[in-house]
T-cell receptor, first 113, second 113 residues
Framework: GESVGLHLPTLSVQEGDNSIINCAYS??????FIWYKQESGKGPQFIID?????DKRQGQRVTVLLNKTVKHLSLQIAATQPGDSAVYFC????????????FGTGTRLKVLA | DARVTQTPRHKVTEMGQEVTMRCQPI?????VFWYRQTMMQGLELLAY????????DSGMPKDRFSAEMPDATLATLKIQPSEPRDSAVYFC???????????FGPGTRLTVT
């Protein structure tokens, strides 16, 4: 797994603004990606996924964008709410047919009232 | 509301003792994963099963860790003997057939003194 260390990148966003959380993935052959939200003391919670044959996928208040050229994934949260405060992880599946997901380092989102 | 359940939620034990963690995957899910999360290493895959068969346990220290699925409703992760460096949060996750989303349990916070 990736090293997280004690200093997670932090994004502070005003309530009501849009949030963009970025993730650089490692394997150009990865064909499936997931964004997770982890609140303090809880397990990661599935938010949205995207397959490599897509560039964009939308859910409720969330959008995931995939740029395979630069191996970049982003999560956009519209109208950020206090309940969105959490650590967000991206995960990639580097080998089709297997389940050995690689998780990113995580970004802490802080929503300011 | 189907959820992955894990027991115990917290475990404090002394070095050298055996620790057993249990997981009940979501009914109908055929893949089960064990992860370990620490501040320094983030989320690491220890082992995973599909249809109760172990597919990969390369992330697990073989000399002290073992993972089993006695039946489709129970997965276990055992550490014997435990060491202080095993202190972490251990998550179980399950997933439906096919490569797709994983649903995480609440985790077992293990402290080895």
């Amino acid at each position: 797994g990736e090293s997280v260390g004690l200093h997670l990148p932090t994004l502070s966003v005003q309530e009501g603004d849009n949030s963009i959380i970025n993730c650089a993935y490692s394997n150009s052959a990865s064909d499936y990606f997931i964004w997770y939200k982890q609140e303090s003391g809880k397990g990661p919670q599935f938010i949205i996924d995207i397959r490599s044959n897509m560039d964009k996928r939308q859910g409720q208040r969330v959008t995931v964008l995939l740029n395979k050229t630069v191996k970049h994934l982003s999560l956009q949260i519209a109208a950020t709410q206090p309940g969105d405060s959490a650590v967000y992880f991206c995960a990639e599946n580097p080998s089709s047919g297997t389940y050995k997901y690689i998780f990113g380092t995580g970004t802490r989102l802080k929503v300011l009232a | 509301d189907a959820r992955v359940t894990q027991t115990p939620r917290h475990k404090v034990t002394e070095m050298g003792q055996e620790v057993t963690m249990r997981c009940q995957p979501i009914l109908g899910h055929n893949t089960v994963f064990w992860y370990r999360q620490t501040m320094m290493q983030g989320l690491e895959l220890l082992a995973y099963f599909r249809n109760r068969a172990p597919l990969d346990d390369s992330g697990m220290p073989k000399d002290r860790f073992s993972a089993e699925m006695p039946d489709a409703t129970l997965a276990t992760l055992k550490i014997q003997p435990s060491e202080p460096r095993d202190s972490a949060v251990y998550f179980c996750a399950s997933g439906p057939p096919g490569v797709g989303e994983q649903y995480f349990g609440p985790g077992t916070r293990l402290t080895v003194t």
